[in-house]
Nanobody, 118 residues
Framework: QVQLVQSGGGLVQAGGSLKLSCAVS????????MAWYRQAPGKERELVAS????????YYEESVKGRFSISKDNVKNTVYLQMDSLKPEDTGVYYC???????????WGQGTQVTVSS
C-alpha cells in the first residue's frame, strides 16, 4: 500500500528558506509524476509545482518561479520542494501529490504547515 509522509514545514521569516519532504513508501513501480499544492486560509488548494518523470517537464506557478524548486531522490523515494526567498503570501498548508506508474490512484500527503512572517 502506497503511503506518503510529509515533513519539513514550520515558521520562517520573510526571505528565509524551507525544504519540504514527502517520503513515499510501498511504491514498487516508481514515481510517474509528483506535485506540490498549497492551501492558504480561506482559499482553494492550488498547484504550486509539478514534475513528470517521463518527459522531465516541470511546472511552477507564476508567483513561485525562480524561488521554488521541485525534485526527487529515487534512492530514498522522496520528493522535495525547496522554497527560497519566502514571502508571507507563501503561507499555507502544503500537500504533496504523487502518481505511481501502472497505478491510476492519486496519493496525497497529510499536509504540512508553512508560515512566513513579515
Amino acid at each position: 500500500q502506497v503511503q506518503l509522509v510529509q515533513s519539513g514545514g514550520g515558521l520562517v521569516q520573510a526571505g528565509g528558506s524551507l525544504k519540504l519532504s514527502c517520503a513515499v513508501s510501498g511504491n514498487p513501480y516508481g514515481i510517474q509524476s509528483m506535485a506540490w499544492y498549497r492551501q492558504a486560509p480561506g482559499k482553494e488548494r492550488e498547484l504550486v509545482a509539478s514534475f513528470t518523470t517521463a518527459s522531465k517537464s516541470e511546472y511552477y506557478e507564476e508567483s513561485v518561479k525562480g524561488r521554488f524548486s521541485i525534485s526527487k531522490d529515487n534512492v530514498k523515494n522522496t520528493v522535495y520542494l525547496q522554497m527560497d526567498s519566502l514571502k508571507p503570501e507563501d503561507t499555507g498548508v502544503y500537500y504533496c501529490l504523487v502518481k505511481i506508474f501502472f497505478d491510476t490512484s492519486d496519493y496525497w500527503g497529510q499536509g504540512t504547515q508553512v508560515t512566513v512572517s513579515s
